[in-house]
């Protein structure tokens, strides 16, 4: 087992975690296309999407429906279930859409340009997650796709070039709405670009290091208040006075940088159409749709790993992770029944909403609360499941049966820095969309002078004070002081 | 650029603009949470599946009358045609000596692309032959010759209304269907041939 695991289990590893980065920015991307209708929907006392089914058929009435496939015949059946999801559903029937959509290409373009728009923006904003780490080693194997040391600098670089998409989309459409669009998302980037490079200096002043595997280690060491209490894992650097600052003028040129509302100037629908994407459609208008919410999530968790330590889980150090794997297995698994239980029970009670007794008796829509509960019972069963294997000391079985002894805890930080980095980025992400759904978009002018008169000289200071306050601390406390 | 100074003086926390803005994003996540634990506080009607009930004075398709003694109540007298501001009824008059009317209306047609449902044709009417209290609000149809309500369609409306009629109302009330009129039988019956 060993043996094969040496030969192969490099080549697995690096493979893995390159899927892994695509496939981490690209699964949340419908989450975060559905959270934002549905978002935008209760903010403004709506229901938002609800209404696209999945049929589910009988599992007795699969065999005919196979034998109706083969045959090519229509599929006629009753569905059991007429699954909703709370409109989640809504993104998939958007992908189907879009795809079959009739993918027209105007006369008057800049052809070369403008069918490169859309792949630069699609993948720009997926390269830039190739830095982040979602966790500190498994068997050895760093977590993240590329180990460089200007990881930062690599991601701001990233994002300059992200720029690049919007400006060719908005120069090779060729009509003046497009062009202004394009022209704002670079005078955009350039003001904004400035704030957040240097916003991130203060980051790489406290850590030491530009690598973003660095940031998120230091970030991992225990949080000292005035030398009397020391909470574990909780170094987050926006917990530093100057962190803090650095962290709300990196957040607020991040929403400039990925041009979400109130700095979505390029799109600007009220007076430029469409801006940049106003000639695209089908699925190059997908390439463009997917990139604002890819950048999204990677700027989500940039910001993640510069200032809410990343793949660290509070109060839980991963040396503490790897020691208490199975307890930690067993107290997480058995805790999460109880939610399940919850989200079961209130999905059975919604059998006596009135939109229920309106439909006919026979909808299958009238099945879907019973599915749901079902669906959270059996979630609820697995967790507790896990629960009791942790407590049996099943990691600790699976390491001594591979024998591989560090196996069992490094699952276990890996799956636990995963989740913990997954909840910043979804945290992150929803402010952005609460954010535009609260705030209106700003003025051109208006954009200009926050971002040259207020910020830059906001973060330029908040450099300066940083540099001299390590340097104070240095002179005062030595060099182990803390943050 | 040169920007007309606003009225009044902003406050400290008011000109740094991110007080304000996390005072709004608070106002919005209220209504957030309140909407997840409290969902009948929408005041979203669920269309096809629920509909919203309307006022009695609601003018919907209009329709025509009979008599009780199931002879049509219009004597085609042209009222409405020549009130109608958007030109929109047309009424072929015919002779019917066993009616006691004597007047009727061969063909009572209206354009529902043209009117503009202001009523005055069921004010103008003289024996209330038609009315638009159907409440139907749903009047739409494939093709633009489906848009003339025909007679028969706007005598038999009514009965598509009724509960047990609702589905067959929903499935076909679009189309006018071409030579169905049962309830004028005994009056046009032997007259039009």
């Known amino acids: 087992m060993s043996e094969l695991w040496t030969e192969w289990g490099d080549w697995v590893v690096i493979l893995l975690r390159c899927v892994f980065s695509v496939a981490f920015v690209m699964q949340i991307v419908p989450l975060l296309i559905w959270g934002e209708r549905k978002g935008a929907a209760y903010i403004q006392d709506r229901p938002g999407p609800n209404r696209a089914p999945i049929d589910i058929p009988n599992p007795l009435d699969i065999p005919r429906l196979l034998g109706d496939v083969l045959a090519a015949r229509p599929l006629v059946f009753k569905p059991i279930v007429s699954l909703r999801a709370a409109g989640l559903i809504h993104t998939l029937t958007d992908v189907v859409k879009l795809a079959f959509k009739e993918d027209i290409t105007p006369d008057h373009v800049e052809k070369f340009y403008w069918f490169i728009a859309p792949v630069i923006a699609m993948s720009i904003a997926l390269c830039t997650f190739a830095v982040v780490p979602f966790g500190d080693t498994f068997l050895g194997h760093q977590l993240k796709v590329s180990d460089m040391d200007g990881g930062l600098l690599f991601v701001l670089a990233m994002t300059s070039l992200g720029v690049y998409g919007i400006m060719l989309a908005g120069w090779s459409s060729n009509n003046k709405f497009s062009l202004l669009g394009g022209l704002r998302a670079s005078a955009q980037m350039v003001s904004y670009e400035l704030a957040m490079g240097l916003s991130a200096v203060v980051v790489f002043l406290s850590a030491g290091s530009v690598s973003l595997s660095r940031i998120a280690e230091v970030q991992g060491q225990p949080l000292s208040l005035f030398g009397v209490v020391e909470i574990p894992a909780l170094n987050w650097n926006v917990f530093s006075p100057f962190g803090f600052l650095a962290f709300v003028l990196f957040w607020v040129a991040a929403f400039a940088e990925t041009n979400r509302t109130p700095f979505d100037l390029p799109e600007g629908e009220a007076e430029l159409v469409g801006g940049y994407h106003t000639e695209y459609s089908s699925f190059r208008f997908a390439l463009f749709f997917m990139a604002e919410y890819a950048n999204m999530i990677v700027a989500s968790s940039v910001t993640a790993t510069l200032f809410f330590g990343g793949y660290n889980v509070p109060l839980l150090s991963p040396a503490t992770i790897r020691e208490h794997a199975d307890l930690l297995l067993g107290v997480l698994g058995l805790g999460a029944v109880p939610a399940f239980l919850t989200f079961a029970v209130v999905a059975w009670k919604r059998q006596g909403r009135p939109f229920y007794s309106v439909i006919p008796k026979d909808d299958p829509r009238q099945n879907e609360p019973k599915f749901f509960t079902a669906v959270w019972l059996g979630a609820a069963g697995a967790h507790g499941a896990l629960g009791v294997v942790g407590f049996m000391g099943g990691l600790a079985a699976l390491s001594a049966w591979a024998e591989m002894p560090e196996l069992g805890g490094d699952l276990m930080a890996v799956i636990l820095g995963i989740t913990a980095l997954a909840v910043k980025v979804l945290i992150g992400c929803w402010i952005m969309i609460w954010v535009r759904w609260t705030v209106p978009r700003f003025r051109y002018d208006q954009l200009m002078n926050l971002g040259w008169k207020v910020m830059l000289p906001l973060a330029l200071g908040n450099v300066f004070a940083a540099a001299g306050w390590i340097v104070l601390r240095h002179e005062l406390f030595g060099p182990a002081g803390g943050s | ?193």
């Open chain 2, 1 to 193: 650029m040169a920007l007309p100074k606003p009225n009044k003086k902003l406050t400290g926390s008011e000109s740094s603009y991110l007080v304000e803005v996390i005072k709004g994003m608070v106002i919005t996540l209220g209504h957030v949470v309140k909407n997840i634990f409290d969902q009948d506080r929408f005041r979203t009607i669920e269309y096809p599946d629920v509909r919203k009930p309307m006022t009695p004075r609601y003018r919907g398709a209009h329709r025509l009358l009979l008599r009780p003694d199931g002879g049509i109540k219009c004597v085609a007298c042209m009222c409405c045609p020549t009130v109608c501001p958007a030109r929109c009824i047309t009424i072929v008059a015919g002779e019917n000596p066993n009616d006691p009317a004597e007047k009727f209306p061969v063909s009572f047609d209206i354009d529902m692309l043209r009117c503009i449902y202001c009523g005055f044709c069921v004010e103008a009417c003289p024996k209330d032959a038609i009315r638009m209290d159907t409440k139907i609000y749903e009047i739409n149809a494939y093709n633009r010759q489906d848009m003339v309500h025909s007679k028969p369609y706007m005598i038999n409306l009514m009965d598509r209304l009724k509960p047990e009629a609702s589905e067959a109302y929903r499935a076909d009330h679009t189309t006018a269907p071409a030579g169905h009129t049962p309830d004028e039988a005994p009056v046009a019956g032997g007259h039009l041939g």
